[in-house]
Each structure stands twice: as structure tokens, then as C-alpha cells.
């Protein structure tokens, strides 16, 4: 069956790094882009990172932009996003989706567009 699964949350110190892996099974993923998506307690849920399949570029939020990389390995069907920099206000659920749409198109963090969601993995910034 489609399964998206997250893995490498956990607690860090303001200013740490983790890397978080969203791994696939279950459907065409190489023709499938990659999202990452956030949810704070209280807020509402955000996209924070893209990546097309067809060309691998990758775009991010402006929140996150020069603190996060987002790459995939098609071989393994996993993407991963390394976290640097990290800020309290990183601290969230932190979801990763597949969707048929290229990140290029302006719409590109629209949940609606996704058709696979993972279960999500904490992450915790505090000291």
C-alpha cells in the first residue's frame, strides 16, 4: 500500500541541526514531487519545502530559506531535509507529501495538491 513515512525529529538545541527523512513505497514516485509541511501547536499548518521531480529543483519558504536543504534520492525513494540553524520557532509537526504537481507552480504548498501524506515527526527546538 502508498505509505509515507517520516523519520529524524526529535529535541535540539537552538542553533543545532537535524535531518529528516520521508521515505516512500506504495506508488510512481519518481514522477511525484516532494513537500514539506509544518504545524505548530495553534497555528495553522505551512509548507516549508518543495522538490520536482523532474528536474529536482527545490524551493523554500521564506522562514526556512538558507537554514534547510531538501534533496531526494531517487534510488532509496527517499527525500530528506536537513535542518541547520534551527530557531525555537522551528519547533512543529513536520509532515512530508507526494504530488503530482511540479513545485514550480505557484501553488505549490496548496494541501489540496497532495495526494499522500506521511504521519509526521516532532520537532522540538529549545534549550
Known amino acids: 500500500q502508498v505509505q509515507l513515512v517520516e523519520s529524524g525529529g526529535g529535541l535540539v538545541q537552538p542553533g543545532g541541526s537535524l535531518r529528516l527523512s520521508c521515505a516512500a513505497s506504495?506508488?510512481?514516485?519518481?514522477?511525484?514531487?516532494v513537500g514539506w509541511f509544518r504545524q505548530a501547536p495553534g497555528k495553522e499548518r505551512e509548507g516549508v519545502s518543495c522538490?520536482?521531480?523532474?528536474?529536482?529543483?527545490?524551493y523554500y519558504a521564506v522562514p526556512v530559506k538558507g537554514r534547510f536543504t531538501l534533496s531526494r534520492d531517487n534510488a532509496k525513494n527517499t527525500v530528506y531535509l536537513q535542518m541547520n540553524s534551527l530557531k525555537p520557532g522551528d519547533t512543529a509537526v513536520y509532515y512530508c507529501?507526494?504530488?503530482?504537481?511540479?513545485?514550480?507552480?505557484?501553488?505549490?504548498?496548496?494541501?489540496?495538491?497532495?495526494?499522500?501524506w506521511g504521519q509526521g515527526t516532532q520537532v522540538t527546538v529549545a534549550s
Open positions: 507529501a507526494a504530488t503530482i504537481i511540479d513545485c514550480s507552480e505557484s501553488y505549490r504548498y496548496k494541501g489540496d495538491n497532495y495526494d499522500y
Open positions: 506504495g506508488f510512481a514516485w519518481d514522477y511525484y514531487s
Open positions: 522538490i520536482s521531480s523532474s528536474d529536482g529543483s527545490t
